[in-house]
């Protein structure tokens, strides 16, 4: 596609319940990246993948998160036993590589009741 | 660890005008890229402009430029001739290398809100 997608756009679930975000990125680029970005602020980092594997995974939050590439394409960033202090917006990125501009998608908004 | 401040919270500016957004950035790092991205409500954080901290010369693109003060780890964004679809959060972001572990990881300031009046 001519941009990074992410599915949904909006997720409300309950507190306990396990959610799965998507992200499809720009047909080519080897580098993904999970941003998570609450209300007014920046977006902080996740993770990042190169091809198929977490090259850096070092703001994750804790065990309840974790991300996935299988076929260094599309990512799925999981979250266990939700929290209400989850709720965000996780934004998704790709680059050609790692030293290139990041292009972001427009996010995915989760609500935790 | 780097860090990035914005240090305007909220700025306006009338139609047509211009408007100079301020960042400033700490690290130990020689080789790093500064970036600032603009995210409209409808979330889509947009890029605005790239600066390499290796190049000199202050990346410019359209009418958005930079002024890149190295030294004084200075890097903020003049928007001319300012149009209504301006109007969005503008972020400031930092990436570096050190040893080849930190390239990935985006490091953005808090935002300032860009307000254009007509």
């Known amino acids: 596609g001519a941009g990074v997608s992410q599915t949904p756009s909006n997720k409300v679930t309950e507190k306990g319940k396990y959610v799965e975000l998507r992200c499809d990125p720009i047909?080519?680029?080897?580098?993904l990246y999970w941003y998570r970005q609450s209300l007014g602020q920046g977006p902080e980092f996740l993770i990042y993948?190169?091809?198929?594997?977490?090259?850096?995974d070092s703001g994750l939050p804790n065990d309840r998160f974790f991300a996935v590439r299988p076929e260094g394409s599309v990512s799925t960033l999981k979250i266990q036993r939700t929290e209400r202090g989850d709720s965000a917006v996780y934004l998704c990125?790709?680059?050609?590589?790692?030293?290139?501009?990041?292009?972001f998608g427009p996010g995915t908004r989760l609500t935790v009741l | 660890a780097q860090t990035v401040t914005q240090s305007q919270p909220e700025m306006s500016v009338q139609e047509a005008e211009t408007v100079t957004l301020s960042c400033t950035y700490d690290?130990?790092?020689?080789?790093?890229?500064l970036f600032w991205y603009k995210q409209p409500p409808s979330r889509q954080m947009i890029l605005v402009i790239r600066?390499?901290?290796?190049?000199?010369q202050n990346a410019t693109e359209n009418r958005f430029s930079v002024n890149f003060q190295k030294a004084a780890k200075s890097f903020s964004l003049k928007i001319s001739d300012s149009q209504l679809g301006d109007t969005a959060m503008y972020f400031c972001?930092?990436?570096?290398?050190?040893?080849?572990?930190?390239?990935?990881?985006?490091?953005f300031g808090q935002g300032t809100i860009l307000t254009v009046h007509p």
């Open positions: 047909s080519g680029h080897t580098a």
């Open positions: 690290t130990s790092e020689s080789n790093y890229y």
């Open positions: 600066q390499e901290a290796y190049k000199q």
């Open positions: 972001a930092f990436i570096a290398n050190a040893g080849g572990t930190s390239y990935g990881k985006l490091t």
């Open positions: 993948f190169q091809g198929t594997g977490a090259a850096d």
């Open positions: 990125a790709s680059s050609s590589s790692i030293t290139d501009t990041q292009y």
